[in-house]
């Protein structure tokens, strides 16, 4: 069995160094770099892991998301694949590790304030909003390859980015965020919850997707068993 | 809020003690259905669908007090069926009050000069009439002619007695904010009802008429054009001002469906008031081996156009308790019976 680990960007990737994720590039760039992918090898399951916005005000930083489906603006919900999914849910239940099984939400770019959330809350009742999961799921189900996405709440639903990250985009850089936050001295203590809610998220995944490795290689042993036609 | 100070009291107690218990979860009101049979066959009701032998099947007062023991909740509310069709209705709410429970019994009211007599007002117990609109829109959800004026005459007679009584109204597609509008106004100003409750109607799948429900876009809109109206600063609701943000799409909220555990003559309803997912025989397990991550907005296709009370008046009490700004919006409210949002 062979997993497509993939992780929007090297922070997300950093919390999964062991396991040695590709990282996809944040937006559109994770499902074009699938495609390509795809159209050469054939992996058992696309694993995506990452961060996401939180939308379902039950959720503080660090929750862990697996998302049963994903849905898109204008775009028609893709539901993740049945035995996948529920093996890594009654894996994770069973681990007792904390998580809700939930719908997603992908927006073509971050999703900055409080007010926002709530909309998008009221409209698609997604537990997580992200950039990729949608495009990655479009891509390897084209492709016929199973795939699961697990996300780590970065800020919670009643709250709002610090105003730096607000216009966050796949070709922003660190540095640039880093300079735009010093010119704002009221929001440093934003960028501090932030970091502290990025480190939550960080250790949440680390924690969730060996479980999710585990199980999901066991779910593709299980489909692999050929049907013995009776008589 | 129309809910009188003692009992807001003995709530706000009441979570302080489970929070300094460090408990996760914990119920908020016990929904006690001590049977199913009812008088009626509303529209919008997916509670009454069993078999005759589970119809006839009552729990004893003895069973419904142990219930609100092992629940805990300060707050019972007696649903259904029809409660005032139980032959011992009178001593399930005697021993309740006993008990200090704050007793809410919801009920059509067909039968409510039967049993005025064999009951006694107390500050620990509330008569909620099931009212959905003025007399044609009632009586037409409500599926039989007269039962508004057999429920505004109960309401009249209990009120005379010295009951608190107020009023649960569920909005469905039918009900425009405008007629509403004159409605609460009736239930303010003429019927002087101590209270209202408004949820949007629940989609059950056994209701005889699912063309009746409105989508959850459309309950927020709904709500908004209500709650906006000039007239709004007269209503007194027993809701927290979250509870009715929430209604308008202001405050995103997810379920506590653990907040309102309902007991069954067949035992501990699972997951919630609303969805059956089959009865375990012990409240503990009902709290410790539900999924409860399982369910919620977004996580259950079933919960996608549910709104009610049942779900999210825990969820905004919970958030109130932990906001001092919100804790002193819904005490003012308390305090004046009048809306502070």
Same mark, same amino acid.
């Given at each position: 069995?062979?997993?497509?680990?993939?992780?929007?960007?090297?922070?997300?990737?950093?919390?999964? !160094?062991?396991?040695?994720?590709?990282?996809? =590039?944040?937006?559109? /760039? %994770? &499902?074009?770099?699938?495609?390509?992918? $795809? *159209?050469?090898?054939?992996?058992?399951?696309?694993?995506?892991?990452?961060?996401?916005?939180?939308?379902?005000?039950?959720?503080?930083?660090?929750?862990?998301?697996?998302?049963?489906?994903?849905?898109?603006?204008?775009?028609?919900?893709?539901?993740?694949?049945?035995?996948?999914?529920?093996?890594?849910?009654?894996?994770?239940?069973?681990?007792?590790?904390?998580?809700?099984?939930?719908?997603?939400?992908?927006?073509?770019?971050?999703?900055?304030?409080?007010?926002?959330?709530?909309?998008?809350?009221?409209?698609?009742?997604? !537990?997580?909003?992200?950039?990729?999961?949608? =495009?990655?799921?479009? /891509? %390897? &189900?084209?492709?016929?390859?199973?795939? $699961? *996405?697990?996300?780590?709440?970065?800020?919670?639903?009643?709250?709002?980015?610090?105003?730096?990250?607000?216009?966050?985009?796949?070709?922003?850089?660190?540095?640039?965020?880093?300079?735009?936050?010093?010119?704002?001295?009221?929001?440093?203590?934003?960028?501090?919850?932030?970091?502290?809610?990025?480190?939550?998220?960080?250790?949440?995944?680390?924690?969730?997707?060996?479980?999710?490795?585990?199980?999901?290689?066991?779910?593709?042993?299980?489909?692999?068993?050929?049907?013995?036609?009776?008589? | 809020?129309?809910?009188?100070?003692?009992?807001?009291?003995?709530?706000?107690?009441?979570?302080?003690?489970?929070?300094?218990?460090?408990?996760?979860?914990?119920?908020?009101?016990?929904?006690?259905?001590?049977?199913?049979?009812?008088?009626?066959?509303?529209?919008?009701?997916?509670?009454?669908?069993?078999?005759?032998?589970?119809?006839?099947?009552?729990?004893?007062?003895?069973?419904?007090?142990?219930?609100?023991?092992?629940?805990?909740?300060?707050?019972?509310?007696?649903?259904?069926?029809?409660?005032?069709?139980?032959?011992?209705?009178?001593?399930?709410?005697?021993?309740?009050?006993?008990?200090?429970?704050?007793?809410?019994?919801?009920?059509?009211?067909?039968?409510?000069?039967?049993?005025?007599?064999?009951?006694?007002?107390?500050?620990?117990?509330?008569?909620?009439?099931?009212?959905?609109?003025?007399?044609?829109?009632?009586?037409?959800?409500?599926?039989?002619?007269?039962?508004?004026?057999?429920?505004?005459?109960?309401?009249?007679?209990?009120?005379?007695?010295?009951?608190?009584?107020?009023?649960?109204?569920?909005?469905?597609?039918?009900?425009?904010?405008?007629?509403?509008?004159?409605?609460?106004?009736?239930?303010?100003?003429?019927?002087?009802?101590?209270?209202?409750?408004?949820?949007?109607?629940?989609?059950?799948?056994?209701?005889?008429?699912?063309?009746?429900?409105?989508?959850?876009?459309?309950?927020?809109?709904?709500?908004?054009?209500?709650?906006?109206?000039?007239?709004?600063?007269?209503?007194?609701?027993?809701?927290?001002?979250?509870?009715?943000?929430?209604?308008?799409?202001?405050?995103?909220?997810?379920?506590?469906?653990?907040?309102?555990?309902?007991?069954?003559?067949?035992?501990?309803?699972?997951?919630?008031?609303?969805?059956?997912?089959?009865?375990?025989?012990?409240?503990?397990?009902?709290?410790?081996?539900?999924?409860?991550?399982?369910?919620?907005?977004?996580?259950?296709?079933?919960?996608?156009?549910?709104?009610?009370?049942?779900?999210?008046?825990?969820?905004?009490?919970?958030?109130?308790?932990?906001?001092?700004?919100?804790?002193?919006?819904?005490?003012?409210?308390?305090?004046?019976?009048?809306?502070?949002?």
């Amino acid at each position: 069995m062979t997993v497509l680990l993939l992780a929007p960007t090297a922070r997300e990737a950093a919390a999964l !160094a062991r396991w040695e994720p590709l990282v996809c =590039g944040a937006g559109e /760039a %994770a &499902s074009r770099l699938l495609e390509n992918r $795809l *159209a050469t090898a054939r992996p058992t399951l696309v694993l995506l892991a990452g961060f996401c916005g939180g939308l379902d005000p039950s959720l503080a930083p660090g929750s862990v998301v697996l998302c049963r489906r994903v849905t898109a603006p204008g775009a028609e919900e893709i539901e993740a694949p049945r035995a996948q999914f529920e093996a890594v849910r009654k894996a994770l239940r069973a681990q007792r590790r904390p998580f809700v099984s939930a719908r997603l939400l992908t927006t073509p770019g971050p999703v900055a304030t409080r007010a926002e959330k709530t909309d998008l809350w009221n409209e698609y009742g997604a !537990a997580g909003v992200d950039m990729e999961t949608y =495009g990655v799921a479009a /891509a %390897a &189900s084209a492709a016929g390859v199973p795939w $699961l *996405a697990i996300r780590a709440v970065i800020d919670a639903a009643g709250t709002s980015l610090p105003r730096a990250l607000r216009s966050w985009s796949p070709g922003t850089t660190d540095q640039r965020v880093a300079a735009a936050a010093l010119r704002n001295p009221l929001d440093w203590p934003k960028y501090g919850r932030f970091a502290l809610h990025a480190r939550a998220a960080q250790r949440a995944l680390r924690r969730t997707v060996p479980v999710v490795l585990r199980a999901a290689a066991h779910a593709a042993l299980v489909e692999d068993i050929p049907l013995v036609p009776r008589g | 809020m129309g809910i009188p100070m003692s009992e807001a009291m003995a709530v706000s107690r009441y979570l302080v003690k489970q929070k300094l218990q460090g408990k996760k979860r914990y119920p908020l009101v016990l929904m006690l259905e001590p049977l199913w049979r009812c008088n009626l066959a509303c529209v919008g009701c997916g509670k009454i669908q069993h078999p005759e032998s589970i119809l006839s099947t009552y729990l004893s007062p003895e069973e419904c007090w142990a219930a609100a023991e092992e629940c805990g909740a300060p707050v019972v509310s007696i649903a259904g069926g029809e409660p005032l069709v139980h032959p011992q209705i009178d001593e399930i709410v005697q021993g309740l009050v006993e008990r200090k429970r704050f007793v809410h019994l919801c009920t059509n009211a067909i039968l409510l000069n039967r049993w005025l007599p064999k009951l006694e007002p107390s500050k620990y117990f509330t008569f909620t009439v099931h009212l959905d609109g003025m007399r044609e829109l009632h009586d037409e959800m409500v599926d039989r002619e007269g039962v508004f004026d057999k429920a505004v005459a109960g309401i009249r007679e209990a009120k005379r007695l010295g009951f608190r009584v107020s009023t649960n109204t569920t909005v469905f597609g039918d009900s425009s904010p405008e007629e509403m509008r004159r409605f609460f106004n009736f239930l303010m100003d003429d019927l002087k009802i101590d209270g209202m409750q408004i949820s949007p109607g629940y989609d059950y799948p056994l209701a005889p008429d699912q063309s009746v429900f409105l989508k959850r876009p459309q309950m927020i809109q709904t709500f908004r054009k209500l709650l906006t109206m000039p007239d709004r600063a007269r209503w007194r609701f027993n809701h927290t001002p979250m509870f009715l943000d929430f209604l308008q799409g202001k405050l995103p909220m997810q379920c506590t469906a653990w907040g309102n555990p309902t007991r069954t003559p067949l035992g501990w309803q699972r997951p919630c008031y609303l969805m059956n997912e089959g009865y375990v025989q012990t409240f503990r397990e009902l709290l410790e081996e539900t999924e409860w991550d399982r369910y919620g907005y977004g996580r259950d296709a079933r919960c996608t156009n549910c709104m009610a009370h049942c779900g999210y008046e825990a969820t905004a009490v919970t958030a109130t308790m932990k906001s001092p700004f919100e804790g002193l919006k819904a005490g003012m409210a308390t305090l004046t019976g009048r809306k502070s949002a």
